[in-house]
């Protein structure tokens, strides 16, 4: 039975961090950019999800299980110094944008939202013509359905761009990792040895691979 529910729970974590987002992409609309001459741009600043560290052994306790393996999973960012991806995605494609369309980059001067509104966005940064919103949706490890020593890490985020004057969305795109399984996986202990660097990387990797899929699907 603790079999059974484990498997369910796996499911539904790597479901929820592959779709509990719209997935929907929609691809700049160059015309309205354009029209609006805009002159800058700002990043968004976002609080740090949970990170969900998902072991067999929790897993097994149902909603006590799912609440542990948030609180290791925070505790394992805290202790590692591990970044949320979005950092590193929304700053990479913000210098692409500027440069190819010459904007001025502005200081966001580390204001916090927690809003998906684009219109409350835009009022958040009233000062940009241009806001580059990246939101991690889900992030953390797993175990592999079929191997219970093996992990893999996931990672989803969501961009938008949006039109401070009109308050509009110009580009909404949704990215998703979820690596297959092969024999290069990690162990829980590869995972997390030297300051989790095993961890970053795969964090790292999947940061790049949503950078190239923002690019080339919605920033085209």
Do not use: Q
């Not at 700002?42 to 998902?54: I, K, Q």
């Not at 590193?88 to 580390?110: F, P, Q, T």
Request: negative net charge; hydrophobic residues 40%; charged residues 25%.
């Amino acid at each position: 039975m603790k079999g059974i529910f484990r498997n369910i729970l796996l499911t539904i974590f790597i479901a929820g961090l592959a779709g509990c987002v719209s997935t929907r992409n929609i691809p700049l609309d160059k015309v309205a950019l354009e029209s609006s001459t805009p002159e800058s741009i700002v990043n968004t600043h976002r609080e740090m999800p949970d990170f969900m560290a998902m072991t067999a052994g929790k897993a097994a306790f149902g909603l006590i299980g799912a609440m542990a393996m948030i609180s290791s999973g925070n505790s394992i960012v805290e202790e590692n110094g591990v970044k949320d991806p979005s950092e590193y995605i929304i700053a990479s494609l913000e210098k692409e944008i500027s440069e190819k369309y010459d904007l001025a980059e502005l200081d966001s001067r580390g204001h916090m939202i927690n809003t998906r509104n684009p219109s409350e966005i835009a009022s958040a940064y009233p000062e940009s013509d241009l806001i580059i919103d990246v939101e991690t949706t889900g992030w953390g490890f797993t175990h592999f359905s079929t191997d219970w020593n093996n992990y893999r890490v996931l990672y989803s985020a969501k961009l938008r761009l949006i039109d401070t004057k009109k308050e509009t969305i110009l580009a909404e795109g949704y990215c998703s990792r979820v690596p297959d399984k092969d024999d290069s996986a990690p162990s829980y202990e590869d995972l997390l040895a030297d300051k989790a660097a095993r961890l970053k990387s795969e964090l790292h990797e999947a940061a790049n691979y949503c950078i190239e899929e923002f690019r080339h699907i919605v920033l085209i």
